[in-house]
């Protein structure tokens, strides 16, 4: 069955309009409030959220849907999204919610729903929330005796921060590092310092003044030049720029330079490999994962296992290869002997750890491969499929004649916003960037 509500990453759009309207929201609450009530004890859900304007309106919404199935409603304010993930386990919750559009703009919003074990629920587990939402949600009133509570959880952040301090190496400290966090004004703009600084580190906090619209507004994972700038200003070690729900990062050595998630992964893979917590003989990235990554995991006898894009998809070739490391170059970065989804800000504590045992700087521990050029471009497209088009497809075909197996040529649709993204890698940076540019121009051209 087509799927109507939910998409890769929950359900997600612009705030006030189909599927984001409080109405979705509180049918999201009564379907999935009935679909996870498991016993007679009291059911509960945990909700969190970023610091979006919509996020209080979509919060009520959800507040009401779960309580008139008769959930109870623990609502922490603004946390990231593994936060959740950790304290729906912590507080044996039946079902987590974090209200977010993770690095998307202010106008947008979403929901994601993890299932008791701290997971992203399966397409299966969604399709059954979808199918009820619009079949007979009458039929699952609670009686007036039996309403849930709904109560705000004051202590989910610090509980958060204890959490992820315990994933950092014992007996070592950050003290003498400068650090600039960037936590685009977004969920983690509490936590995120305090756990840093709590750690040792001299912390350069910015995007850290959210007031509702300026979430990932030119700061974050998004759009790193400030966190950079910023490093270079103040002569910091690592900068840390994450996205608006904290559960991926981009990092800085200390020139500005950025080291993104396939950085991260290289770096983590060899941390953990030498001190032998890797495992599944490699880690897992995805199909935008570059070449080079995979030539240096090679070099260490070691593979790269690809999945689909998206980190629920990482994190399901992880179950199935039995790997613990995996991630995005997006900067999605999945631990799970820590967490069971991407977490931005654990992700960096192992960068930080690494820098830290070895002396070295950023520069040097953290750029451990020479990428392959590759070039993307995303097209935004107002209806239509325009990869279903002869001439796109004409396009793409041309392209991967042109690189001759000497590269990739990867097209796919955005399974969170209107945009068709463009990837293609090859040892030629000129030829790789004429190909992305023909392959956008006929996209253009079909959703013109």
């Known amino acids: 069955m087509a799927r109507k509500f939910f998409g890769t990453d929950g359900i997600r759009g612009q705030a006030n309009a189909h599927p984001m309207t409080p109405e979705i929201a509180m049918k999201v609450g009564m379907a999935a409030g009935r679909i996870f009530t498991r016993g007679e004890h009291r059911n509960r859900v945990v909700i969190g959220k970023d610091t979006r304007l919509s996020g209080y309106m979509v919060e009520n919404a959800l507040v009401a849907g779960f309580t008139s199935v008769g959930m109870d409603v623990f609502q922490f304010g603004p946390v990231p999204t593994p936060g959740v993930a950790m ?83 014992r007996k070592l400290r950050l ?94 893979a060899m941390s953990w490999s030498k001190s032998e917590k890797l495992r599944g003989g490699g880690v897992v990235g995805t199909v935008m994962s570059n070449a080079g990554l995979e030539r240096y995991l090679q070099s260490m006898s070691l593979m790269l296992a690809r999945a689909s894009v998206g980190d629920r998809y990482v994190i399901e070739e992880m179950a199935k290869g039995g790997y613990n490391v995996g991630g995005e170059q997006s900067g999605h970065i999945v631990l799970n002997d820590f967490c069971t989804t991407g977490d931005g800000l654990i992700a960096a504590l192992q960068v930080l ?62 399974g969170t916003e209107p945009l068709i993204r463009i990837m293609a890698e090859g040892e030629d940076e000129h030829l790789v960037q004429t190909i992305v540019n023909d392959i956008a121009a006929a996209v253009l051209s079909a959703s013109a």
């Not at 397409?123 to 079949?135: F, H, K, W």
């Open 353 to 414: 750890a690494t820098i830290a045992q070895e002396g070295k700087p950023a520069s040097e521990a953290c750029h451990l491969f020479e990428p392959l050029p590759q070039i993307l471009k995303n097209v935004r497209f107002k209806a239509g499929a325009p990869l279903d088009d002869a001439g796109v497809q004409k396009s793409i075909a041309a392209g991967r004649a042109k690189l001759e197996g000497t590269g990739r040529v990867l097209v796919r649709k955005s």
């Open 87 to 169: 304290l729906t386990r912590s507080l044996r919750a039946d079902l987590g919610v974090m209200i977010s559009a993770s690095h998307n703009v202010y106008t947008d919003n979403g929901i994601k729903l993890f299932g008791p074990d701290g997971r992203k629920l399966s397409d299966e587990r969604e399709t059954e929330i979808e199918s009820l939402m619009m079949n007979g949600l009458e039929n699952g009133l609670a009686p007036a005796s039996r309403i849930g509570r709904a109560k705000r959880i004051d202590d989910a952040s610090a509980r958060y921060i204890e959490l992820v301090k315990a994933t950092f190496p």
């Open 175 to 268: 003290d003498g590092l400068r650090v600039v966090i960037d936590c685009a004004n977004g969920a983690a703009y509490k936590v995120a310092p305090a756990v840093l600084w709590e750690l040792g580190a001299e912390i350069v906090p910015i995007g850290v003044e959210p007031n509702g619209i300026n979430i990932n507004l030119e700061c974050g994972s998004t759009a790193p030049e400030a966190m950079c700038a910023k490093v270079r200003e103040v002569r910091a070690d690592l900068g840390i720029a994450l996205d608006g729900d904290a559960d991926r990062l981009v990092l800085s050595d200390e020139h500005g330079r950025i080291i993104d998630g396939d950085q991260i992964l290289a770096l983590i």
